[in-house]
T-cell receptor, first 117, second 110 residues
Framework: DARVTQTPRHKVTEMGQEVTMRCQPI?????VFWYRQTMMQGLELLAY????????DSGMPKDRFSAEMPDATLATLKIQPSEPRDSAVYFC???????????????FGPGTRLTVL | GEDVEQSLFLSVREGDSSVINCTYT??????LYWYKQEPGAGLQLLTY?????DMKQDQRLTVLLNKKDKHLSLRIADTQTGDSAIYFC??????????FGTGTRLTIIP
């Protein structure tokens, strides 16, 4: 049963600390997305990759956030330094190559709930 | 701009039909989707409709698309307690990037 995995599921940290969230996309998917979900802002796209290359990171605060794909099986989202306003649930999603399935379906991971004190 | 709007809340009695509405502003969207998010979980695709279709039915789910009014709806027949969730509509314009709506929280009244 192929699924997107994310670690950690929960993270509590103090302001100023570095936070790294990891995602393993579904094997064979060539697009990876990072979203942030909060009550106030809803679901926001932070960045996405196609074939490991960043295509759009316009939703990401550049001064403290960075997203990378060291290889096809791992995507990372890093916040340094973290701030209380970064508290949210961060979702990773992956998608198959366009045209192979339902248009552009995205498969979501379970999320990382981040709390910055 | 790319704004997809939904009502925030909907309450429905168990056994009744639920209708969740969505309006979008970009008529060039190619696929429109409905995702479901259960508590503590990520979003899961429920159903989708291609922009040249008016209606799609899938078991208890019926999707209606009115391109003229840029209106999308999801009808859930015989609503059950397991249907309690947040429902998101989403659109794409021909690439992998989806624009999600604000989400509608569906509450089932016993």
């Amino acid at each position: 049963d192929a699924r997107v995995t994310q670690t950690p599921r929960h993270k509590v940290t103090e302001m100023g600390q570095e936070v790294t969230m990891r995602c393993q996309p579904i094997l064979g998917h060539n697009t990876v997305f990072w979203y942030r979900q909060t009550m106030m802002q809803g679901l926001e796209l932070l960045a996405y990759f196609r074939n490991r290359a960043p295509l759009d990171d316009s939703g990401m605060p550049k001064d403290r956030f960075s997203a990378e794909m060291p290889d096809a099986t791992l995507a990372t989202l890093k916040i340094q330094p973290s701030e209380p306003r970064d508290s949210a649930v961060y979702f990773c999603a992956s998608g198959p190559r366009a045209g192979t399935t339902l248009g552009y379906e995205q498969f979501f991971g379970p999320g990382t709930r981040l709390t910055v004190l | 701009g790319e704004d997809v709007e939904q009502s925030l809340f909907l309450s429905v009695r168990e056994g009744d039909s639920s209708v969740i509405n969505c309006t979008y502003t970009d008529s060039s969207s190619t696929y429109l989707y409905w995702y479901k998010q259960e508590p503590g979980a990520g979003l899961q695709l429920l159903t989708y409709i291609f922009s040249n279709m008016d209606m799609k039915q899938d078991q208890r789910l019926t999707v209606l698309l009115n391109k003229k009014d840029k209106h999308l709806s999801l009808r859930i027949a015989d609503t059950q307690t397991g249907d309690s969730a947040i429902y998101f509509c989403a659109e794409t314009f021909g690439n992998e990037k989806l624009t999600f709506g604000t989400g509608t929280r569906l509450t089932i009244i016993p």
